[in-house]
């Protein structure tokens, strides 16, 4: 385990940290919600060793941390709808999740075979750091066993996943008792997957003005 201050992440920490990613390693992070599970997702081995980790069922898609706007427009199949830069402006950075169709380049284990990938710009420091010393998005899903409760601390993680992981970074306390709010977005229209912790009434309210 190490400690990275969230407000003001240690950059040989952080390049620390990205050395281990970029090796091909799972390592477990705090996000703007829960904590999640980090990884390089264009590195099928690192990818599958998620899976194997969490018990994950394998169609399962896995949602990607970005840095901004602009890399998720870069994991998009084509031009974004209208609505997708509506949402970004008012909850990015934030816990909303986006799910839009994905570029060839992101691997089929990422979207479950579905097409779509899920993205987010988190509010939190550490995995942004994170993304921007690798220059490529990073997994975001949460760190515990598929089906059991989210883990809100570096301890949770430890007593939930054990030595299953090799590294986990200490960054206190997850801000929210609510995972983020799912929602996807197309030129057609926009659907709630799953609500968190932006109220779906906000995001009709956004997209109906």
Known sequence: MIEIVPDSPDPARIDYVAGLIRSGQVIALPTDTFYGLA???????????????????AHKPLLLLVGSVEMAEELSSGDLPDRFYSLARRFWPGPLTMVIPASRRVPLKITGNTGKVALRLPAAR????LVQALEIPLTGTSANLAG????ASAHEVQHSLGERLRLIV????????????????????????????????QIADLLAA
């Open 170 to 201: 200490d960054g206190g306390e997850a801000k929210t008792a609510a995972p983020s709010t799912i929602v996807e977005v197309t030129h057609q229209g926009w659907r709630l997957i799953r609500e968190g912790a932006v109220p779906a009434e």
């Open 148 to 151: 059991m409760k989210e883990c």
């Open 39 to 57: 990884a390089d997702p264009f590195n099928l081995y690192a990818v599958e060793e998620i899976f194997q980790i969490k018990g994950r069922p």
């Open 126 to 129: 550490i995995p942004v750091s």
